[in-house]
């Protein structure tokens, strides 16, 4: 059974870099035709799609995070992480590490626990 | 504000069927893209419910039923249970912002 976990610093200082890892077990990313992704949620509110990589790098970046964001894969670790620079409070969330069940317009089949990082000084 | 609109809160008593909403718009539900929806409990990940309209994926009872037309998506909950209450959320893809979207959520109460 495929899983996902999320890994990383929970707290980032404002202006920083904030970096997640996911650990994909259970199976292999470079053998499957999935995309691979990363989604947030800020506390008390809804899903915000942050951006998704194929298991070749191909990527979709939320556009109006695109230029803070960086979304790159490992296949010799079976891991795919995220890097958001110039956080701020706004980045405050619980981010996700998912896997959808094909190409970028389909569904998110996969979820990991989830990993809460606060941008706090 | 979400390009994918939710009724932010809605309710039902046991028993009873419920309907959630998710209009969109010409370049994502009504340009043919796929609509999925998620439940997600509190203090949990999202769980896939419904995926490409109509679809559950195995172990999601067939009280949870997806329906699509023109530029709108509807998930319904037929036979209310204490335990479907939960946020649920609609996904879909826009191709004029190239870009997964995500409805704002409805909060679902059971009364």
């Known amino acids: 059974q495929l899983q996902l976990q999320e890994s990383g610093p929970g707290l980032v200082k404002p202006s920083e870099t904030l970096s997640l890892t996911c650990t994909v077990s259970?199976?292999?990313?470079?053998?499957?035709?999935?995309?691979w992704g990363w989604i947030r949620q800020p506390p008390g509110k809804g899903l915000d799609w942050i951006g998704s990589i194929y298991y070749s790098g191909s990527t979709y970046y939320n556009p109006s995070l695109k230029s803070r964001v960086t979304i790159s894969v490992d296949t010799s670790k079976n891991q795919f992480s995220l890097k958001l620079s110039s956080v701020t409070a706004a980045d405050t969330a619980v981010y996700y590490c998912?896997?959808?069940?094909?190409?970028?317009?389909?569904?998110?089949?996969?979820w990991g626990q989830g990993t809460l990082v606060t941008v706090s000084s | 504000q979400s390009v994918l609109t939710q009724p932010p809160s809605m309710s039902g008593a046991p028993g009873q069927r419920v309907t959630i909403s998710c209009t969109g718009s010409s370049s994502n539900i009504g340009a043919h893209y796929d609509v999925h929806w998620y439940q997600q409990l509190p203090g949990t990940a999202p769980k896939l419910l419904i995926y490409?309209?109509?679809n559950r994926p195995s172990g999601v009872p067939d009280r949870f039923s997806g329906s699509k037309s023109g530029t709108s998506a509807s998930l319904a909950i037929t036979g209310l249970q204490a335990e479907d209450e939960a946020d649920y959320y609609c996904q879909s893809f826009d191709s004029s912002l190239s870009r997964v979207l995500f409805g704002g959520g409805t909060k679902l109460t059971v009364l």
């Open positions: 259970g199976g292999s990313i470079s053998r499957s035709s999935f995309y």
């Open positions: 998912t896997k959808q069940l094909g190409g970028i317009a389909v569904g998110v089949d996969n």
């Open positions: 490409d309209n109509t």
